[in-house]
């Protein structure tokens, strides 16, 4: 499923319960969709020189097992593009164990940064500025 990204788990990311506390998940996607974009080639001065950024317009987490410190887990990152001006970048966060701990679900879209409007087509945006988003895809 796209691009994987292996976290382990740090003692200072934990609740008073001893696990994850629910934010880091957020994080851990980060990182992963930063490791994902690099992958696939992307160079922020160059999106930055055009003007482009791709944007985080929601994100939900379904929890369903809980992390501890010391788990080594990998964060996958896959796209799915239609049409329109959104895309979705899926996520996994998967213990080494096979253990599914997390499922999170972005909806993206790339803005114009001078006219703080989405692009009308995200995929063929990123992909004029250098990215690979066939290393993103999902299957």
């Known amino acids: 499923m796209g691009v994987s990204t292996r976290i382990e788990v740090r003692g200072y990311e934990l609740d008073s ?3 994850v506390n629910h934010a880091v998940y957020h994080q851990y996607g980060e990182v992963a969709r930063m490791k994902a974009f690099a992958v696939a080639g992307c160079d922020w001065d160059e999106l930055m020189r055009r003007r482009i950024g791709p944007v ?20 996958s990152c896959a796209a799915k593009f239609g ?6 970048l899926e996520q996994q ?8 701990s997390a499922e999170m679900y972005g909806v993206f879209g790339v803005m114009d940064l ?3 409007k ?15 988003m066939g290393v993103l895809l999902d299957g």
């Open 118 to 132: 989405l692009f009308a087509d995200p995929r063929a945006t990123l992909e004029s500025a250098g990215l690979d």
């Open 83 to 88: 049409t329109g001006k959104t895309f979705t």
């Open 93 to 100: 966060i998967v213990k080494v164990d096979g253990t599914v």
């Open 17 to 19: 319960l001893g696990h």
């Open 56 to 75: 985080l317009l929601s994100t939900t987490v379904n929890f369903r097992a809980e992390l501890r410190g010391g788990d080594v887990v990998d964060v």
């Open 114 to 116: 001078d006219a703080r």
